[in-house]
């Protein structure tokens, strides 16, 4: 049975980050544990890649604070080692004035938090950035950039090793018993023990934080966000990233266009309601998890909402229906057409919800004893993952044996 001082459980962009912060700041014994056998295979492979430089998310937030640095850092983080990105910039486009009003409260939260962005008025303005796209004003922000996601998440794993991290693949962590001073964990490949557990399993990280009795009310709610690639031909249609404005009470930010580091342009995601934590299709089921989900209280009121029911109705129509997608893609560039656009990936969120319907926004932590669970490391997660993993470090490295 093999010991370590601290266990990370779940390979994300979150948990490499927090085991090599954890390795880079201490001399302890730490193992990383993923249930797959490559890293990455769920929402941090399995995203837009975008580094959300901060304009978005309120002045003075945890969100705000790390995006902005999380920002900058990836993208030094990324020439030193390789890890393919594109400092494209971003567009969020206005299509009415109301959306011009909000763009230009999201410029001054934008200077509020240190973020460079400049207002465009005009199709012409627009059109000599994105020549294809359709608005009335635009919100520009150069310090945008996309990022390979994948590459990143395994660059973080590989200094995570070489500062002494234990890799587990193929080890899924399915029990945990509390001794006086540790913790056991069964797995799928076996037993491992810990005096100290660091919980990052995204998708399951709530139900992982029930076993060690933390996180009641909170549950995670997965939504399957859909994406459409550009056909090879039509990739002009989009030079850097195209967004819609975002409404401020919704975590998603609709769907948008995203010129990817492999010169790939996708279109997306959607957000409806996965039929299981890990139901990548539209006609994937996992009944058990369903279940669960629809009878969880907070989802109940979530879904009472008015808004919400309407919102509900229109993203399981851009999954059934891809007219309906197409219709939205249409929106930022009228000029795409349903043969211009190809099924490509999907990713889940884990959302996490409330037990009084509130979708959690901000990054959202607990602690246990000898324990400390990531419920919600909400998007724009990977931006933020390089200070989310040092501070979530910092704490833990505090209340180990404190
Ligand atoms: C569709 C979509 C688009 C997004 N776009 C962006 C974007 O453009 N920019 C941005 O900044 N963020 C974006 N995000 C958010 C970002 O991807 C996430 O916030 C981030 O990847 C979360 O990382 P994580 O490490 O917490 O979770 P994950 O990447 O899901 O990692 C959790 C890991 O835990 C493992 N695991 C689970 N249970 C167990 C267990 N019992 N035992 C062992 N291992 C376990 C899983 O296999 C998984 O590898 C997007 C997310 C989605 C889904």
Request: net charge negative; glycine share 8%; aromatic share 8%.
């Amino acid at each position: 049975m093999k010991k370590h001082d601290i266990i990370v459980v779940g390979a994300g962009c979150v948990g490499c980050s927090i085991a090599r912060s954890l390795a880079t700041a201490s001399d302890l014994d730490i193992a990383l544990v993923e249930k797959e056998h490559h890293l990455a295979q769920h929402q941090s492979g399995r995203n837009s890649g975008v580094l959300h430089p901060g304009f978005n998310y309120e002045p003075g937030s945890l969100k705000a604070r790390f995006a902005t640095e999380g920002t900058r850092r990836m993208k030094e983080y990324a020439a030193k080692n390789d890890v393919p990105i594109d400092e494209c910039g971003v567009l969020v486009v206005a299509q009415s004035n109301a959306e011009e009003q909000r763009l230009e409260k999201l410029q001054e939260q934008a200077a509020e938090n240190g973020v460079e962005t400049e207002f465009l008025r005009g199709q012409d303005t627009i059109a000599e950035y994105e020549p294809h796209v359709s608005g009335q004003a635009a919100l520009r922000a150069p310090g945008a950039a996309s990022i390979d996601s994948q590459q990143y998440v395994y660059s973080l794993a590989r200094d995570a090793e070489a500062a002494g991290v234990d890799i587990y693949t193929d080890t899924r962590v399915d029990e945990v018993v509390e001794r006086s001073d540790s913790f056991h964990l069964s797995t799928s490949s076996g037993s491992l023990v810990g005096r100290y557990v660091v919980n990052a399993a995204g998708l399951y990280a709530d139900k992982l934080a029930a076993k060690f009795g933390v996180g009641e009310g909170y549950q995670v709610v997965p939504f399957r966000g859909e994406y459409y690639e550009v056909v090879p031909e039509k990739r002009a249609t989009c030079r850097s990233m195209i967004y819609p404005t975002p409404d401020p009470e919704l975590p998603f930010l609709g769907v948008h266009y995203t010129r990817r580091t492999d010169n790939k342009v996708i279109v997306g995601p959607n957000a409806v309601l996965a039929f299981g934590r890990e139901a990548y299709d539209n006609t994937n089921l996992n009944i058990s998890e369903l279940v669960e989900t629809l009878g969880f209280r907070g989802f109940q009121r979530l879904i009472s909402n008015r808004k919400m029911i309407q919102v509900a109705w229109d993203e399981m129509n851009k999954s059934y229906r891809k007219q309906k997608f197409v219709a939205a893609a249409q929106r930022l560039v009228p000029g795409v057409e349903a043969t211009d656009l190809r099924p490509s990936f999907a990713g889940i969120r884990a959302q996490v919800v409330s037990s009084d319907g509130e979708l959690v926004k901000n990054p959202l932590f607990k602690h246990g004893t000898d324990s400390t669970h990531v419920l919600n490391a909400v998007s724009p997660g990977l931006t933020c993952s390089l200070p989310f993993g040092d501070h979530i470090a910092e704490s833990v490295l505090d209340r180990f044996d404190s």
